[in-house]
């Protein structure tokens, strides 16, 4: 079984940091983009991070240079390192990408069960 498990949400204060991780486990052979998305209380969810493997990343305006994605590839696994916390960063944040199934050799789209981020004093 594939998935996608992710980490790292908590309550932080304003000004604060989080680091969340999303690893990509089971039988899979290659994985492309690994994004961060999230959704705020009655919000739609929205884009925070695209990366491409061994390509670039792109980020939201609202989090650019504040929020800093990273992958290590031999783990399958995306970091979103974010910093300077803000009240309106607080929402589910979710995983997302598009791995090649080593089985079935089918790509298939993948979401992580979402983690709560609540930036608060």
């Known amino acids: 079984q594939v998935q996608l498990v992710e980490s790292g949400g908590g309550l932080v204060q304003p000004g604060g940091s989080l680091r969340l991780s999303c690893t990509a486990s089971?039988?899979?052979?290659?994985?492309?983009?690994m994004d961060w998305y999230r959704q705020a209380p009655g919000k739609a969810r929205e884009l925070v991070t695209s990366?491409?493997?061994?390509?670039?990343?792109n980020y939201a305006d609202s989090v650019k240079g504040r929020f800093t994605a990273s992958r290590d590839n031999a783990r399958n696994t995306v970091y979103l390192q974010m910093t300077s916390l803000k009240p309106e960063d607080t929402a589910v944040y979710f995983c997302?990408?598009?791995?090649?199934?080593?089985?079935?050799?089918?790509?298939?789209?993948?979401w992580g069960q979402g983690t709560l981020v609540t930036v608060a004093s």
């Open positions: 997302n990408a598009d791995v090649l199934v080593s089985t079935s050799r089918r790509w298939l789209e993948l």
């Open positions: 089971g039988s899979i052979s290659r994985v492309d983009n």
């Open positions: 990366s491409r493997n061994g390509g670039t990343t």
